[in-house]
């Protein structure tokens, strides 16, 4: 166990940090002046509009119940009366669409009032990490152009991408956007929609110069491995001497000297016990002087307070300190803003 | 008679497959030991220009610089890629030039002129990035290796590598100076 320093706020973390439950009571004391000064005085606005926004939304609410229940009890009897079983099916889709846009409706208020706090209460929040960060809530990021670059990216038919983070720290550039890929399968009735990734790219500059190509790809057993080894024909394999790294992760490169070069014994280390401290599974790629960490997340991450909840803005910001410490603790714990040579 | 033939056949291919297994394998060797010498000449590159500054400010290491001279010639004569014994001395010579660099790095630091001259600080700092090329370069010729000498070694390999003429390489091992280890009072 060790104590990092994230560089500029002085914030102490644990390196054997779990994802702990966000506490919505207290500040972390290093982040109080910050807080004091530029987020609490916005709480008293907000909370009028946190009011508004519930009021619109209890009444649409409301109308949608008072609305939808004569409807939904004529359209239950209709099709219990009804022989036709096209016709059934008509009034029954017709009636999810229903449901589907009147929740849509109701809920425009609220996702309107998270998008004003993410948009003027997160880039205050973000603004401690230093002048260099800065945050949107709607990703900019060209995700074929990565996807192409970094080829760790599963394909998909449909991406969304959210919560940009830019910043520098400690001389390391990075980039982090939460994202949500899936893609299409099957056909005829077999046809669904499947999540093929959901959690965080992030991006680092770095502390070498490369010009080729390195994936770290999740090992999928030989079987596997011989059948998603797509890549095997346009790099070669590496294989490398952690028999323990080798078990978890399948490398692909495009010079077997880089490839070894870039994954140095200790940093082999470091990604096995990034994997372990994240508890999540990793994949790495290597390009353009540049390293993308696609991490697997389940839980959407920058999620907001509910709206029922009288604004208190402390449990936002201390959701993304712990968040941005996962990033902190990635540069550290690959000691990316070191240039060891290691 | 079709049945003769096919019987024949297939030990034939099987030992072709196999004579083109060891023959990949050797010349995988072959490439990692060129990227080995790749590095390596980088290094020598950048050496006369370290002992060029070294040499203004070091006044009692005067015989490890002429060491680092006589090895960086030794490291960088040719040699046969072919012979076993001349790769081991040619990978030998240069990892005794590693150590001897290792020691000049060290007595920089009882230089403090030296140590904080901006030609030197720049000249180390590219010097520790080849020798970070030079350790990567080694570990994939030594693996290349590895699959080498066991190819050759195993059975029915080590037959048909006879018939071929396909022997095995030797690693590029660290010198007995410096998996020894280290005496915290000798840097200190």
Redesign the interface.
Known sequence: MFRLNLSSSGISLTRKVKRAKVSSNTINKVFEVHYNTYIKPKEVSFEERRKVALRRYNFRIFISVIIALPILFIAMNYIMGSNSEKEQEVISGIMILAIIGAYYWCRRPVKRYNSKIKSEIFPEIFKFFGKSFSYSEKSNLDLGQLSSDSEIIPSYDNAKCEDHVTGRVGGVDLELVEAWLTERRGSGKNRRTVTVFKGLFILFSMN?DFSGKTLVKKDWGKIGNFFVGKFSRKYSNV???DPEFEKQFEIYASD??????LL?TSFMERLKGLSDLLAASIQASFFDNKLMIMVNAKKNLFELSSIRRPVNFIRDVNMVLEEMKIVMQIIKELKLDQ?T?? | MDNQIFLYAIPLVVIYVWYASLIGKRNKAKEALSSVDVQLKQRANLIPNILTIAKKFITHEKKLLTDITELRAKATAGYDNTNKQQIQEHLKASEMLGGKMGELMIAVENYPDLKSDQTMLQAMQTYNEVEAQISAARRFYNAAVTSLNNAVQIFPGNLIAKLANVGEMPFYEATEADKAPINAADIL
């Open positions: 070498k294989k490398l001497e077997q000297v880089e490839a070894r070069y140095t240039r040579g290691l």
